[in-house]
């Protein structure tokens, strides 16, 4: 890892004006290295690759724009960053907000407007949440917008806690072990979806950005809160992490640590054909049967 120099000349502008303290540095720098560790785990580069960067103007999203920036800045990752945002019609969205930032910045850009809220509110009955619907309207229009940009995938800010959510979302209410993956193919076959923050803590990303001074929008200027299960949740985690400081690692773990063969998915595991040993040493010994 390249020396985190502080010169104006050294660094790129998205870092300018960071803080000197030890705290601030060890936070970056945990940021970089998690970060890096994503790419290259779940191979995320491919020579002469474009990402459409995708940029909300939530923590997470600066999080995630400063730290491709400071990792393509060092030669870290040699790919092409166009940075988006999607302006999708809330009331008292600050549409000046993230163009102004870009430009300051010196970053790639492409600002769209599409008004999703009004078919959101049109489609979904008073009083549901509606954060899935949105979601899916702005993906589509996220991946036309790579697509006409000529970029070879899309990448989302989702940190460690957004995909250790949603795995207990789909536990609790989908009867299901999923989450978000770190790398994704599009239904169509032609974009992939990465989320190289897999590996960072929400709590990371708050304290960069906010230390950052980045001009956060709030998510909820359409007035509704995402899904009442994503609240409890994370609720839940809240005080699992309280009462056993450490505990969302230690889970984030498990979800790259499967055993198909300790579960109880057919599909994943062939239990019909799982044979005793015909070894005769195994056979006279107490031993289990082997798992194979």
């Known amino acids: 890892m390249h020396a985190m120099l502080d010169k104006p000349d050294d660094i790129h502008p998205l870092f300018y004006g960071a803080p000197k303290t030890t705290e601030f540095k ?3 720098k945990r940021i970089v290295q998690n970060t890096r560790e994503a790419i290259e785990q779940y191979g995320m580069v491919e020579e002469g690759a474009k990402w459409l960067v995708c940029l909300s103007g939530g923590k997470d999203s600066y999080t995630l724009l400063a730290v491709l920036h400071e990792l393509q800045w060092r030669g870290l990752l040699p790919v092409e960053l166009v ?5 999708q019609g809330q009331p008292g969205f600050p549409a000046t907000v ?3 930032f870009l430009e300051d910045m010196q970053v790639p850009h492409r600002i769209e407007y599409q ?3 009004s078919i959101v509110m049109d489609k979904v009955p008073e009083g549901r949440t509606f954060c899935a619907l949105c979601s899916r309207l702005r993906r589509g229009n996220l991946y036309r917008i790579a697509r006409e940009e000529g970029c070879t995938a899309v990448v989302l800010g989702h940190h460690r806690d957004d995909i250790l959510e949603t795995f207990f979302m789909n536990l609790f209410h989908g009867g ?3 989450t978000m993956p770190p790398k994704l193919v599009n239904e169509e076959g032609d974009l992939f979806l990465y989320r190289p923050l897999a590996h960072v803590a929400e709590e990371d990303c708050e304290k960069f950005s906010r230390a950052m001074n980045y001009p956060i929008i709030p998510c909820d200027l359409c007035g509704s809160q995402d899904g009442l299960q994503r609240q409890q949740v994370k ?3 809240d005080g699992w992490e309280k009462n056993s400081p450490g505990r969302r690692q230690v889970m984030f773990k498990a979800l790259m640590n499967t055993r198909p063969s300790h579960l109880l998915d057919p599909n994943i595991f062939d239990f019909q054909n799982l044979t005793l040993s015909t070894n005769e040493i195994d ?3 107490d031993a289990p049967p082997r798992l194979r």
């Open 176 to 178: 299901r072990l999923a």
């Open 115 to 117: 008004d999703t809220y």
């Open 83 to 87: 940075a988006c945002n999607l302006d």
């Open 98 to 100: 993230l163009p102004k």
């Open 235 to 237: 609720g839940i985690l």
């Open 26 to 28: 060890k936070l970056r």
């Open 283 to 285: 056979a006279e010994s």
